[in-house]
């Protein structure tokens, strides 16, 4: 199975799961953003603190904890592109050959400048 249709399948799982719920009226792109907005918070809340060393090397209790947060976000990102009708997987395709103009090589190797820096 191809990327791809790993989200497509995941999408279609996220539209029976909500329409077994009668959730489609709570889910607004609104609602959604905002949903997805803090379970990034709740990913972040699991880094606040720690050294880059310790955040790269999280005990296993956290990393799965961290695994289960990851799942939300890309769960209501999914939901979130499917209630607006955009192919995740091509926008992300159309984002990465957009970085790589902006970001060539030779220019921002080992540099983190925003594109416009470079």
Do not use: C
């Amino acid at each position: 199975m191809s990327e791809h249709d790993t989200l497509l399948a995941l999408r279609d799982a996220l539209r029976a799961f909500a329409a077994e719920r009668d959730w489609e009226r709570f889910h607004t792109p609104k609602n959604l953003a905002m949903a997805l907005a803090g379970e990034a918070g709740e990913v972040i809340e699991h880094f606040q603190w720690l050294s880059a060393d310790e955040s790269a090397n999280l005990p296993e209790e956290r990393r799965a904890e961290v695994a289960l947060e990851l799942a939300d976000v890309l769960l209501y990102l999914v939901r979130l592109a499917d209630v607006l009708d955009i192919d995740l997987g091509e926008a992300a395709q159309r984002k990465l050959a957009l970085n790589a103009v902006r970001y060539p090589a030779d220019k921002a190797r080992g540099r983190s400048d925003k594109y416009d820096k470079l």
